[in-house]
């Protein structure tokens, strides 16, 4: 009798033991699942535009315009930057990667493609006007005319405007000429390589180069974005 009333209380503690192991494992599995669901939505809150920044290993570079081939999306940044990286993030910390190098051409042209593969951070086919400014949508691209209105955007001097001053032009840079280039009246400065530059909602180009700056007064040089979405097969949206 003695050994009946033992194992009772014994059954009853291993039920409780079992229960609580369950529940526990029950609770760290949904604690798990909380973690990665908080991790997608901060990834989902990540969006990168034209104008937007990636990071590489000991790199970054301005996105110029978000483009499509089919479902497929990349960047288009400048090749110059963009020589030598592989894989791209949208933070400095490089904890979310977004893509991978898919083109680069330098010297000769000054542009690159990077293949967006997170689908958690979303890709909008507008450009940041700068802190506060908003956005402006792209829709399509063209090539520039001279005397045509034009805006950029640039990581150091913001968002300004001017005008198209000559096109097909060719600069020399340390690492061998870029050709067919054009030009504008607005200003820019060092960081500034890699900014879209539009006119309305039509891309034109990136800024690749300067001379002068804001202060004094300058002119930028951009590579033509309609020649790189042929190259690619791409287009804005």
Do not use: K
């Amino acid at each position: 009798m003695s050994t009946v009333r033992s194992e009772r209380p014994l059954r009853t503690i291993l039920r409780a033991v079992v229960v609580l192991a369950l529940l526990l494992g029950w609770s760290a599995a949904v604690g798990s699942a909380a973690h990665a669901d908080q991790r997608a939505g901060r990834q989902a809150t990540v969006a990168v535009r034209g104008g937007d920044t990636l990071y590489s290993t000991g790199t970054r570079c301005t996105v110029g315009f978000n483009a499509r081939s089919g479902s497929t999306l990349y960047a288009l940044v400048s090749g110059r930057c963009a020589q030598g990286a592989r894989t791209w993030y949208a933070d400095p910390a490089l904890t979310v990667g977004v893509g991978v190098t898919a083109g680069v051409s330098f010297p000769g042209n000054d542009y690159a493609s990077v293949r967006y593969t997170n689908t958690a951070v979303a890709y909008p086919g507008e450009v940041s006007l700068g802190a506060g400014a908003g956005t402006r949508d792209i829709t399509d691209a063209a090539n520039p005319v001279v005397g045509q209105s034009i805006c950029h955007v640039g990581r150091t001097t913001g968002y300004r405007c001017g005008t198209v001053q000559a096109v097909n032009i060719t600069i020399n840079y340390g690492g061998g000429a870029v050709y067919g280039l054009f030009r504008s009246t607005i200003c820019s400065e060092p960081g500034d390589t890699g900014g879209p530059a539009f006119s309305g909602g039509t891309a034109l180009g990136i800024i690749v180069g300067s001379s002068g700056n804001c202060s004094s007064g300058g002119f930028t040089y951009y590579q033509p974005v309609v020649e790189w979405l042929s190259a690619y097969g791409l287009s804005v949206y």
